[in-house]
């Protein structure tokens, strides 16, 4: 079980103290020193917890790497991930491993304690954006992250492969300039609907959300079903009410996070015709991170204009009584 608002595992803290890839110049040159330079031809191994990341360094890295995703099936919900022993080899060849932290994947700390590489540099999603353990783990949805991310990812290939920084410069220019739509979506939708009411059966979501302006109700039935335990009746009648008056114009629901609960969520925002949108916390098959963000957003924006033509048939038909 996966508690959100836990204790901050002081074993898991410190072991990412040694090789942590940070984004500032003197952590860099530490990097430099502890990681020497790789065989002209030998691909960096490369381990990422979920598939987004791994995505993202395959983009930043293109054929010079080697990369394995763990976390890489959207039918599965990932909170619920318990790490196989097929898991700890592959982290034992990695040269570089990536995973998002603040308690989304806490097997991964253990992993690398457990095993000790030498040459093995370390990326945390979570330490490049500020967050820690009971902050919204979800942090690949912030528009935010992801260039963090790129910027260390690459800064860490370069240290391993200088003799191909000029590739790796080039690839990390064209992801940071592939990432413009989704600012604009973003930067669109929040000039459409900001204020406007939705919610959600889990915080997969909640950045995505708060960069677009939405207002978020329910978020204490929100955490339940992502740290798997029991909401509270009160909280599950007041996210019925939003339901069922149209209280929301939209309910984001997370398809990897399935439950009779979550289910009947679904089926009573439908039965009320509160428009849904499916959003999952893995990459789908045959998406990028750019594809997929845009899709959401595609989505999202479907989902709030139909429900903004239902708030306006609605107050029609108030008028019209
Ligand atoms: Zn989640």
Same mark, same amino acid.
């Given at each position: 079980?996966?508690?959100f ?8 803290? +410190? ?12 952590a &860099?040159?530490?990097? !430099? ?51 196989s ?23 991964? &700390? ?11 540099a ?13 902050d ?13 991310? +790129?910027?260390?990812?690459?800064? =860490? ?21 592939s ?21 959600? @059966? ?5 950045y995505?959300?708060?960069?677009v ?24 009648? =007041? ?28 089926k ?13 916390? @893995? ?18 924006? !479907? ?8 708030? &306006? ?9």
């Amino acid at each position: 079980m996966k508690k959100f608002g836990s204790m901050l595992n002081g074993a898991r803290h +410190a072991l990412k103290l040694s090789k942590t890839v940070a984004m500032g110049a003197a952590a &860099a040159a530490a990097f !430099t020193l502890s990681h020497g330079a790789f065989a002209a031809d030998a691909k960096i191994p490369v381990v990422a917890a979920e598939n987004f990341y791994g995505d993202v360094v395959q983009q930043l890295g293109g054929d010079r790497v080697d990369v394995t995703s763990i976390l890489s099936n959207p039918d599965q919900d990932p909170h619920l991930f318990e790490a196989s022993p097929k898991t700890a080899r592959a982290l034992q060849h990695a040269s570089l491993v990536v995973y998002n932290g603040a308690d989304y994947d806490p097997w991964m &700390a253990k992993l690398l304690a457990a095993s000790k590489g030498s040459n093995r540099a370390t990326i945390v999603a979570a330490e490049l954006t500020g967050k820690k353990s009971g902050d919204n783990p979800h942090l690949w949805y912030d528009p935010a992250t992801m260039p963090k991310v +790129a910027r260390a990812v690459s800064a =860490a290939l370069v240290a391993a492969d200088p003799a191909h920084k000029s590739a790796y410069d080039a690839n990390l220019a064209k992801f940071l300039d592939s990432l413009k739509p989704i600012d604009a979506k973003v930067a669109d939708l929040h000039g459409r609907y900001a204020g406007v009411p939705v919610t959600a @059966t889990e915080p997969v979501f909640g950045y995505m959300s708060d960069a677009v302006g939405l207002s978020m109700r329910n978020l204490r039935f929100q955490l339940a079903t992502m740290n798997d335990t029991e909401a509270s009746a009160a909280d599950i009648a =007041a996210f019925e009410r939003d339901l069922r008056e149209k209280r929301v114009r939209v309910l984001i629901y997370n398809s990897q996070a399935t439950e009779a609960l979550t289910k009947r969520m679904l089926k009573l925002a439908q039965q009320s015709k509160v428009p849904t949108m499916s959003v999952t916390e @893995t990459e789908p098959a045959g998406k990028t991170y750019q594809t997929w963000m845009l899709t959401q957003l595609d989505a999202l924006g !479907t989902a709030l204009a139909a429900g903004g033509a239902n708030a &306006a048939a609605s107050a029609a038909k108030g008028k019209t009584q």
